[in-house]
């Protein structure tokens, strides 16, 4: 029978490509799109390795192909078309491909342009690619098994030599052989002391082919684990040791088991470089390459409105360290800490990517008119500096005057009704001239500093008749809370009771610490209650009970669990304040 085929190929030696045409036009085919597709075996290429170029044609007989420039790359063979068809429930698959097998002639990253093939008279073009072409690296020192020869060798490397905190670094175990093997088991892994280490579970696992000192080795990937430094320094990784399968050579070699030979790699060094110092004001702390968007859900809304603001985030660094961006807001915008919506870290094929999607409340305090724009801050170690990614352009934030704008004025700002006439008569001229003269005042003064003078001799006689009583310090004022939000607690109204404590807060905030409704803010407050020295737990205990009223009124928030413990934290915030500014 192989005789009969072998006389056939020799009568016929295009038969093949005959009957792929008769059943092309035989075959019930269904509608399918047609495309012409580039693709290499590999997206980096060590110079002195070769690598492999394809374009292929689906759904559709092409000829007129024309391959692009390939003046960068040695062509060892090409281009080699090859037509096949699959058939798959029913419905067939044509592909028509051209092949080439390149060697790189130089270093750095090219572009391989668009190749055209004329389809039922017009002419179809694929897309471009590029390849990055990098330096051979050292052969590393290898420890070769006893019997073994360096025909067969494993080998621990680093996509780079140098980094810095936080950047991604792949590690892979990579099997160089001459021989034929049967499987590869990995035995052990360096434990990655130093390092955030995620394994990747999808890499280029086909083989290549890389010469090294004049041999040429098929080369596969083992194993590729993502490393993250935590620390400057040299970092040491230590050695793997895989057991491979090699089969064993002779004319029964084919039939005996394969010998299993057990590999170990060479520890490899990485050198971590501390980030140029000092590090920009709202620094995220991520390292690598990121990316993000930004929408708001609203772009009109009243002083009674909370606008939410969400950021999708992505990158490649380590997402351990990144923190969320801080907004830089107009004072008469509020902002809280945003909360994690969605959070994900997962593989490309390539490399481990994080997102993050951020979710931010803001407040607005003044009506007016808001233009938003964030900006994310990161360092790029391809460039080394520090980036500064700025959101898209979002729409103009219209803000306009709700129910309860203006209802915490403090009462010292309200404008008196009647007002003094500017304009006075000389006599009242005379009368002010007079009432400014310091004579009288010294006059005026002199009996209140006699009486003084009188009380104050009464109260030394009599301090030695009470200095054996004990001393009783003054009660602190108790402040109790209003009859309005002891109803409003009994009746279980959470709005209506988080609205009057919000406006009780205010308005003794405002009277005490003699604040505008436009500096009525939490900073503002916290500062000068500093500057008074209260201490910080009143501090965080008032701010907790304004943030918590702020949420239950603007950001739907109103738990009505929480009420009776917030009322209880305000009044006794109150009174350690009020005792402190007294005192």
């Given amino acids: 029978m192989n005789c009969y085929l072998s006389n056939f190929y020799d009568l016929r030696p295009h038969w093949h490509a005959v009957m792929v ?44 192909f024309t391959p692009p420039d390939l003046g960068n790359f040695k062509i060892l063979t090409g281009p080699s078309e090859m037509r096949g068809m699959t058939i798959i429930n029913g419905r067939s698959t044509i592909k028509q491909s051209w092949t080439y097998e390149l060697e790189p002639r130089r270093t750095g990253t090219f572009s391989i342009g668009a190749a055209k093939v004329t389809v039922n008279g017009k002419q179809v073009e694929s897309q471009p690619l590029s390849v990055r072409i990098v330096s051979p690296r050292a052969r590393p020192n290898v420890n070769v098994p006893p019997g073994a020869t360096d025909n067969l060798f494993i080998t621990g490397e680093l996509d780079r030599t140098e980094a810095y905190p936080g950047q991604q670094v792949t590690w892979r175990i990579v099997l160089y052989t001459q021989l ?21 579970r999808r890499f280029d696992t086909r083989v290549t082919y890389r010469t090294i000192s004049g041999k040429k080795y098929a080369v596969k990937v083992l194993h590729e684990e993502a490393l993250f430094p935590l620390e400057t320094g040299e970092i040491a990784i230590g050695s793997a040791k895989v057991r491979i399968g090699v089969e064993q050579g002779g004319h029964f070699g084919g039939f005996l088991m394969p010998k299993p030979v057990l590999f170990q790699t060479q520890p490899a060094v990485l050198q ?38 969400t950021m999708s985030i992505r990158g490649n660094g380590d997402a351990r360290r990144f923190a969320p961006p801080r907004l830089q ?91 003094a006439p500017t304009d006075l008569p000389d006599i009242w001229d005379d009368l002010l001239g007079w009432f400014r003269s310091p004579v009288l005042w010294a006059v005026v003064a002199l009996p209140f500093l006699a009486w003084g003078l009188v009380a104050l001799f009464r109260r030394k006689r009599t301090a030695g008749h009470t200095s054996n009583a004990p001393a009783r310090a003054p009660a602190a004022p108790v402040v109790k809370p209003t009859r309005a939000l ?57 701010l907790s009970v304004w943030q918590t009223c702020e949420q239950a009124l603007f950001a739907g928030q109103t738990q009505a669990t929480q009420m009776p413990a917030t009322l209880r934290s305000y009044e006794q915030a109150l009174q350690v304040l009020e005792k402190s500014l007294r005192s």
């Fill in 21 to 64: 045409a008769i059943l092309l036009c035989w075959l019930p085919r269904t509608a399918a799109s047609q495309s012409f597709e580039a693709g290499i075996n590999a997206r980096e290429v060590v110079l002195g390795s070769t690598f492999e170029l394809s374009f292929t044609l689906n759904d559709a007989q092409g000829n007129k």
């Fill in 180 to 200: 034929s093997i049967e499987g590869a088991d990995i035995i052990e892994l360096p434990d990655f002391d130093g390092f955030y280490s995620k394994e990747k």
């Fill in 272 to 309: 971590v470089k501390p980030l140029p110092a000092p590090p920009p004001e709202y620094f995220s702390g991520g390292v690598g390459q990121y990316d993000w968007s930004i929408q708001i859900d609203r772009d009109t809304l009243t002083t009674d409105d909370a606008l939410t603001l």
């Fill in 329 to 419: 807001l107009s004072d008469s915008l509020e902002v809280f800490e945003p909360k994690v919506k969605e959070e994900e870290e997962y593989e490309n094929g390539e490399e481990l990517v994080h997102t993050r999607v951020l979710e931010y409340v803001i407040l607005p305090k003044e009506p007016g008119t808001y233009q938003l724009r964030p900006a994310l801050i990161f360092f790029d170690p391809d460039s080394n500096r520090y980036r500064r990614l700025w959101g898209e352009m979002l729409p103009v934030i219209q803000v306009g005057k709700g129910a309860h704008y203006g209802l915490n004025a403090p009462v010292d700002t309200i404008a008196p009704l009647v007002q």
């Fill in 486 to 542: 002891a109803d409003l607690l009994q009746a279980g109204a959470p709005r209506a009771f988080y609205d009057a404590l919000f406006k009780s807060l205010q308005h003794y905030l405002s009277a005490r610490l003699m604040l505008s409704p436009a500096q009525m803010t939490q900073e503002n407050v916290r500062r000068q209650l500093s500057e008074r020295n209260i201490p910080s737990g009143t501090i965080q205990d008032l």
